[in-house]
């Protein structure tokens, strides 16, 4: 096998087949022009390899400053960033989602019941205006139906100087601004 | 993430910079804004070779536009590699290799744009041809392709200035 110039720039390179290797560097060893041409390309490198006028460290710390100088004002794109989430974790998400949601629709869908509190057999607070001569009829409806428990009666304190204790006037012993 | 990729690409960055620019404070500015930029999207990218490939891609093309637009990129080589070496040696001695310097630098920007920059990429990118062939997007064998022919013709400039010294 006699290698061509490309080949050799590429074996330079270390971009070479391992398979061919043995041969390329017999050619060189061999060959006189081959081995030339690769000297050629040796020295080109050699050539290309120079120093730096400047300590790569030193300049790698100053940019390392300036770069974070500017750093966290920058915003970064929100909408190109990748996020992991790990499978599991979104399978219990999704399943949290749907238990709520089936929850939510349940509750809403419910019948409202709209049977009055008093026929579910619960106790009520009712305030309702009487007139005095109708207050005797009101309180015997309310005998006759079993619907009397406790009745709180709430007079007008400036009318009534009471003394003593109370008792119960029926409206028929009131007569004219008088118990009869 | 981000001080791991700069501290493992940024010297690869500025020797790519410079040979292109040939001006340290330029290179060290343009590194920079490579990797502000790449702050600014460190999330789109996958793994560390990725934001490599792509803050090289991006440095180099900031790298070009800056030694055109400028129009200084002779003058700058000329005046970098004339700075005074940090290598002890004989004066005679030193002021050859300075001399040869110049001239392979001066060659080396005569070269088409393609050609040097996947030779700066080579040699001092330290790239390997898949690497170079993900960087400018090129298939590997294209990669080889235009590193043999970059040689070439800047052999061919050396034997033409008489530097070259086989």
Not at chain 1, 30 to 57: G, T
Not at chain 2, 35 to 62: G, M
Not at chain 2, 89 to 95: A, N
Request: neutral net charge; hydrophobic residues 40%; glycine residues 6%.
């Amino acid at each position: 096998m006699r290698p061509d110039a490309m080949i050799l720039s590429a074996y330079l390179d270390g971009e070479v087949p391992e398979r061919f290797v043995p041969d390329i560097e017999a050619a060189i060893e061999r060959e006189p022009d081959v081995r030339a041409a690769y000297e050629r390309l040796v020295a080109l490198r050699s050539r290309l390899d120079v120093d730096l006028p400047f300590d790569v460290a030193e300049s790698s710390r100053r940019s390392w400053t300036a770069v974070m100088r500017e750093v966290p004002g920058r915003r970064r794109d929100i909408w190109r960033r990748r996020v992991a989430v790990p499978l599991p974790l979104l399978a219990a998400a999704a399943a949290g989602i749907a238990i709520l949601a089936g929850a939510l629709l349940w509750t809403t869908l419910q019948p409202i019941d709209a049977t009055p509190q008093y026929a579910r057999g619960g106790d009520i607070d009712l305030t309702f205006r009487v007139g005095e001569t109708d207050m005797e009829r009101v309180l015997q409806w309310l005998v006759d139906k079993n619907m009397l428990g406790e009745v709180n009666i709430q007079l007008p304190e400036q009318r009534f100087q009471i003394v003593g204790e109370p008792v119960f006037v029926r409206p028929a012993q009131y007569e004219g601004g008088r118990l009869r | 993430m981000f001080e791991r990729v700069y501290e493992h690409v940024y010297p690869i960055l500025i020797r790519i910079v410079y040979r292109i620019t040939g001006r340290e404070d330029v290179a060290e500015e343009l590194c920079q804004e490579a990797f502000i930029k790449y702050y600014e999207r460190i999330d789109s990218f996958p793994d560390t070779d990725q934001a490599k490939y792509w803050l090289i891609r991006v440095s180099k093309n900031l790298a070009l536009n800056s030694a055109k637009r400028s129009g200084r990129e002779r003058r700058a080589y000329e005046r970098a590699y004339h700075e005074p070496s940090r290598l002890l040696r004989s004066g005679e001695d030193e002021m050859i290799r300075r001399e040869q310097e110049v001239a392979v630098q001066s060659a080396l920007r005569q070269l088409p744009e393609k050609m040097r920059t996947v030779l700066i990429l080579k040699e001092y990118g330290q790239l390997n041809y898949r690497e170079i062939g993900a960087v400018l997007g090129i298939t590997e064998g294209n990669v080889k392709v235009r590193v043999f022919r970059a040689r070439e013709h800047l052999l061919d400039l050396l034997k033409e200035s008489d530097v070259y010294a086989s």
